[in-house]
């Protein structure tokens, strides 16, 4: 596949201005590291040569020069690191914002596949590295590369000869550094999967703590996270393994190179074809011609997972959301409720088996409707595909008469409320969470929906009342405090459908005494469609539809269901006989 260069560079473009700048200064500051061992020549050679005529003037001057160099240098190397950094960091925020805003767009399938450990990975560390590379990169490659052409151009001026020897090293070390870089490129890949793996598995112990606590397996949690920091820590003692040697072999060829100066120059000195001016000279610009290669495993290394981080930034910003809005899409103001299914069919991979087959079922607006069945007949997922968190594979499903299809996403969803068994909650207070069902809603339409979800007394016994943190996912609210806040969402939403997915099923009697009349008061006037879980609950429903794998077996209301003495019955025998023992 083609390396997006275009789009690679883009994200320069806002900062292109300053970023030229931080690469001006990296120039400037490389070329007076050059100037140094030049001025060094100069006092050593010509000031210092003649001791009876030693100029203290020239050598004032020369070390004026070289601390307002110096200071010179300073300010540029400030300038290239601290706004390299800042340019990095902004480039980075620019990124992130751009990866999160395209996850939101992104349908339920995608998150069904990816692990949310992984994605934390995509979102953080690669990113990180990603900019490093962006910041880092240019200005080192300038950097080195002035320093390396300055330093051979003004050795092969003093002395060709101690010149082309030196330069004879220089490619069996870039021989070896790029041997080893290889390594090192395997070594790192493996570490950030192994990196990856253990984010996953943090994620997925902490958000099942509860289950992890109410079965006593903490061990075995442990143990599971034990196995993956070992992984990392395997992976990460590969990489140091292959620095060290690597890093001690360049060592040992930057020893080898000195060494061949001071014996090669010391026999030209003895020649006199040298001096030993032009051999401290030397010596010091050795160290310029050497580094660039001695960073190449570094700045390899750094454009290697630059690289891969943004081909895995460009991986997800590719991944088009499997439901998309049709150009000619209409936006919802207002809709009655009437849902019909027409055939409808649905599997969620291609090649797997149908979750819904040749389904047909019409819900008037305002009807209160109740799906009950055994698990995995598919209420849940019909439920899932008005809103369109998945699409039909076959048949239509309409609303007010035009196929959903044909409907923006947002708008449609703003039109439908769904209270789930398993309530989110988000991190902050009660009154955010509340307000997340209208962003636009003032606090008495807010205290107004609370009373409507009979949440409002308990909200006020709450330490700071609506202002009081709930922590994450509303750790700190009982199941029954937690579905009302869900459905005050709902009430503040005032949507014309409605969806009741199990919403009471985990819930304590008292509490689903209370639930279920706040459920009551919101399915008035509304297209409701509820899951039922307990048969108690929906005994007065309007109509009944009981589904299994084949389709909807039957339907009625509660007492004609009863008297068919057909699967509604069993199930509604099964519970009570359950209960009863």
């Given at each position: 596949?083609?390396?997006?260069?275009?789009?690679?560079l883009?994200?320069?473009?806002?900062?292109?201005?300053?970023?030229?700048?931080?690469?001006?200064c990296?120039?400037?500051?490389?070329?007076?590291?050059?100037?140094?061992?030049?001025?060094?020549?100069?006092i050593?050679?010509?000031?210092?040569?003649?001791?009876?005529?030693?100029?203290?003037?020239?050598?004032?001057?020369?070390?004026?020069?070289?601390?307002?160099?110096t200071?010179?240098?300073?300010?540029?190397?400030?300038?290239?690191?601290?706004?390299?950094?800042?340019?990095?960091?902004?480039?980075?925020?620019?990124?992130?914002?751009?990866?999160?805003?395209?996850?939101?767009?992104?349908?339920?399938?995608?998150?069904?596949?990816?692990?949310?450990?992984?994605?934390?990975?995509?979102?953080?560390?690669?990113?990180?590295?990603?900019s490093?590379?962006?910041?880092?990169?240019?200005?080192?490659?300038?950097?080195?590369?002035?320093?390396?052409?300055?330093?051979?151009?003004?050795?092969?001026?003093?002395?060709?000869?101690?010149?082309?020897?030196?330069?004879?090293?220089l490619?069996?070390?870039?021989?070896?550094?790029?041997?080893?870089?290889?390594?090192?490129?395997?070594?790192?890949?493996?570490?950030?999967?192994?990196?990856?793996d253990v984010?996953?598995?943090?994620?997925?112990?902490?958000a099942?703590?509860?289950?992890?606590?109410?079965?006593?397996?903490?061990?075995?949690?442990?143990?599971?996270?034990?196995?993956?920091?070992?992984?990392?820590?395997?992976?990460?003692?590969?990489?140091y393994?292959?620095?060290?040697?690597?890093?001690?072999?360049v060592?040992?060829?930057?020893?080898?190179?000195?060494?061949?100066?001071i014996?090669?120059?010391?026999?030209?000195?003895?020649?006199?074809?040298?001096?030993?001016?032009?051999?401290i000279?030397?010596?010091?610009?050795?160290?310029?011609?050497?580094e660039?290669?001695?960073?190449?495993?570094?700045?390899s290394?750094?454009?290697?997972?630059?690289?891969?981080?943004?081909?895995?930034?460009?991986?997800?910003?590719?991944?088009?959301?499997?439901?998309?809005?049709?150009?000619?899409?209409?936006?919802?103001?207002s809709?009655?409720?009437?849902?019909?299914?027409?055939?409808?069919?649905?599997?969620?991979?291609?090649h797997?088996?149908?979750v819904?087959?040749n389904?047909?079922?019409?819900?008037?607006p305002?009807?209160?409707v109740?799906?009950?069945?055994?698990?995995?007949?598919?209420?849940?997922?019909?439920?899932?595909?008005i809103p369109?968190?998945?699409?039909?594979?076959s048949?239509?499903?309409?609303?007010?008469?035009?196929?959903?299809?044909?409907?923006?996403?947002?708008?449609?969803?703003?039109?439908?409320?769904?209270?789930?068994?398993?309530?989110?909650?988000?991190?902050?207070?009660?009154?955010?969470?509340?307000?997340?069902?209208?962003?636009?809603?003032?606090?008495a339409?807010?205290?107004?929906?609370?009373?409507?979800?009979?949440?409002?007394d308990?909200?006020?016994?709450?330490?700071n009342g609506?202002?009081?943190?709930?922590g994450?996912?509303?750790?700190?609210?009982?199941?029954?405090?937690?579905?009302?806040l869900?459905?005050?969402?709902?009430?503040l939403?005032?949507?014309?459908?409605?969806?009741?997915?199990?919403?009471?099923?985990s819930?304590?009697?008292?509490?689903?005494?209370?639930?279920?009349?706040?459920?009551?008061?919101?399915?008035?006037?509304?297209?409701?469609?509820?899951?039922?879980?307990?048969l108690?609950?929906?005994?007065?429903?309007?109509?009944?539809?009981?589904l299994?794998?084949k389709?909807?077996s039957?339907?009625?209301?509660?007492?004609?269901?009863?008297?068919k003495?057909?699967?509604?019955?069993r199930?509604?025998?099964?519970e009570?006989s359950?209960?009863?023992?």
């Amino acid at each position: 596949m083609r390396f997006p260069m275009k789009k690679f560079l883009s994200y320069y473009k806002p900062y292109l201005r300053l970023f030229l700048s931080i690469l001006f200064c990296a120039l400037i500051t490389s070329t007076i590291a050059l100037v140094y061992p030049l001025l060094v020549r100069y006092i050593t050679k010509d000031v210092l040569a003649d001791q009876g005529a030693l100029d203290i003037q020239n050598v004032y001057w020369t070390g004026g020069l070289m601390l307002v160099l110096t200071v010179l240098q300073n300010i540029g190397n400030y300038f290239v690191d601290y706004k390299g950094h800042e340019v990095g960091a902004r480039m980075e925020r620019d990124l992130r914002s751009e990866l999160f805003a395209h996850m939101q767009k992104l349908s339920f399938s995608f998150f069904d596949h990816e692990k949310t450990g992984k994605l934390m990975s995509r979102i953080t560390n690669d990113l990180l590295l990603l900019s490093e590379l962006y910041h880092h990169g240019p200005e080192d490659y300038i950097k080195y590369l002035v320093r390396f052409v300055g330093a051979f151009v003004i050795l092969f001026v003093i002395n060709p000869s101690l010149t082309i020897a030196v330069f004879c090293f220089l490619p069996v070390l870039g021989i070896f550094s790029l041997f080893f870089n290889k390594i090192l490129n395997r070594a790192l890949t493996k570490n950030k999967e192994r990196i990856s793996d253990v984010h996953a598995r943090v994620e997925d112990s902490l958000a099942g703590i509860r289950v992890v606590k109410s079965f006593a397996n903490e061990n075995i949690e442990i143990h599971k996270f034990k196995v993956e920091n070992n992984r990392f820590l395997d992976s990460r003692k590969n990489i140091y393994r292959t620095e060290a040697l690597f890093f001690n072999g360049v060592e040992s060829f930057i020893q080898l190179i000195t060494l061949t100066v001071i014996i090669y120059g010391s026999s030209k000195i003895m020649h006199h074809t040298l001096d030993l001016a032009d051999l401290i000279t030397f010596l010091l610009y050795v160290n310029y011609m050497v580094e660039p290669i001695k960073q190449m495993t570094h700045m390899s290394t750094q454009l290697q997972e630059g690289l891969t981080g943004f081909a895995r930034f460009m991986e997800i910003m590719n991944t088009k959301p499997a439901i998309e809005d049709d150009s000619h899409a209409v936006t919802l103001s207002s809709i009655e409720g009437k849902i019909e299914f027409k055939q409808v069919g649905f599997q969620y991979e291609k090649h797997s088996d149908p979750v819904i087959s040749n389904l047909s079922l019409t819900v008037q607006p305002g009807e209160y409707v109740a799906l009950v069945g055994p698990s995995g007949a598919g209420k849940t997922t019909l439920c899932s595909l008005i809103p369109r968190f998945y699409e039909v594979t076959s048949g239509e499903l309409l609303i007010d008469e035009i196929d959903v299809r044909h409907f923006e996403q947002k708008g449609l969803r703003k039109h439908i409320g769904i209270v789930q068994q398993d309530v989110y909650l988000f991190d902050g207070t009660v009154h955010e969470n509340i307000r997340y069902g209208n962003p636009e809603a003032n606090d008495a339409q807010i205290i107004e929906a609370a009373r409507q979800a009979n949440a409002h007394d308990f909200i006020l016994s709450l330490p700071n009342g609506y202002d009081t943190e709930i922590g994450q996912r509303g750790v700190r609210l009982s199941g029954g405090q937690k579905q009302r806040l869900s459905i005050a969402r709902i009430f503040l939403k005032d949507p014309a459908i409605l969806i009741l997915d199990e919403a009471t099923s985990s819930l304590d009697n008292e509490s689903e005494s209370i639930v279920k009349a706040s459920l009551d008061q919101l399915a008035k006037g509304r297209t409701t469609i509820v899951i039922a879980h307990r048969l108690s609950s929906i005994r007065n429903a309007e109509r009944i539809i009981v589904l299994n794998q084949k389709g909807i077996s039957e339907q009625g209301t509660h007492r004609s269901l009863l008297a068919k003495n057909g699967e509604y019955s069993r199930l509604y025998s099964r519970e009570f006989s359950s209960k009863s023992g």
